[in-house]
């Protein structure tokens, strides 16, 4: 009897491409100058923003699904070391839940990890601090390592302090 799997590799902003040394310099410029600031930690909450709204996951893309909903993000930065995450879900109903969520930065591996099943609707980025669902997005894999990226940029601007 033949065996079949279905492999869903986990991907790492870590191991997306060789980081040389300049790299990250020149990262943070193309975003601070993408978005006209000096301050990086500016730049790379208004990126990752943009990626989230960019690649969220809407109603319209759930065709045939038995619950189709819009589902956004808005990242903003809390206290010391603290990324706070709003996570609004709006029903075809018009009724909209709103979730909180505060992930303390400090201690967790910046390098975020990614997955994008071939057979689903979307891309799941796990938590830094315990690998679970933390975002979820619209299944397009350059979206899902673009936003991994950048809050894993995120996340050692906020360690820093």
Do not use: W
Not at 127 to 135: T, V
């Amino acid at each position: 009897m033949p065996l079949f799997c279905v492999c869903v590799p986990t991907v790492s902003a870590q191991n997306q491409g060789s980081l040389g040394s300049d790299e990250p310099a020149r990262y943070l410029a193309q975003i601070k100058g993408l978005y006209l600031t000096e301050n990086e930690r500016d730049a790379l909450l208004a990126h990752s923003n943009d990626l989230l709204n960019t690649y969220a996951l809407r109603a319209a893309y759930q065709v045939g699904q038995p619950d189709p909903h819009d589902l956004n993000y808005q990242l903003s930065v809390g206290g010391p070391g603290e990324l706070r995450i709003r996570e609004e879900i709006r029903h075809q109903n018009g009724t909209v839940a709103v979730n909180n969520r505060t992930l303390s930065v400090y201690g967790v591996d910046p390098y975020l990890h990614y997955q994008c099943p071939a057979q689903g609707l979307v891309c799941v980025v796990g938590s830094p601090a315990d690998g679970s669902p933390m975002l979820t997005l619209l299944r397009d894999p350059k979206g899902a390592e673009e936003l991994a990226k950048a809050l894993s940029f995120l996340i050692r601007n906020l360690q820093k302090g």
